[in-house]
């Protein structure tokens, strides 16, 4: 079974950066349709970006123009480059297959952006 392992995570000043990895085990990687999805205290898990095994990317409204996802196939890791960090953002972090998220969901990783 595929397991995925987040980490970049922190505490960071709004308008701050983290680049965000996460690994997954597993030959067959290159194939999926990835996204990073995200889960606020108290709110349902949202969908942040995905990436296809050929690039193409695509982003929430939310985040648009701030973020940046990619991925390294040979690595299996799929990364998000958050920039201009917002209090807003602030939530665990996972990543996972896109539209159906079939795999085991990791630990995720905690972005706190605040002053």
């Known amino acids: 079974q595929v397991q995925l392992v987040e980490s970049g995570g922190g505490l960071v000043q709004p308008g701050g950066s983290l680049r965000l990895s996460c690994a997954a085990s597993?030959?067959?990687?290159?194939?999926?349709?990835m996204g990073w999805y995200r889960q606020a205290p108290g709110k349902q898990r949202e969908l942040v970006a995905t990436?296809?095994?050929?690039?193409?990317?695509n982003y929430a409204d939310s985040v648009k123009g701030r973020f940046n996802i990619s991925r390294d196939n040979a690595k299996n890791t799929v990364y998000l480059q958050m920039n201009s960090l917002k209090p807003d953002d602030t939530a665990v972090y996972y990543c996972?297959?896109?539209?159906?998220?079939?795999?085991?969901w990791g630990q995720g990783t905690q972005v706190t952006v605040s002053s």
């Open positions: 597993g030959s067959i990687f290159s194939i999926y349709v």
């Open positions: 990436i296809t095994s050929g690039g193409s990317t």
């Open positions: 996972n297959r896109f539209p159906r998220a079939t795999m085991a």
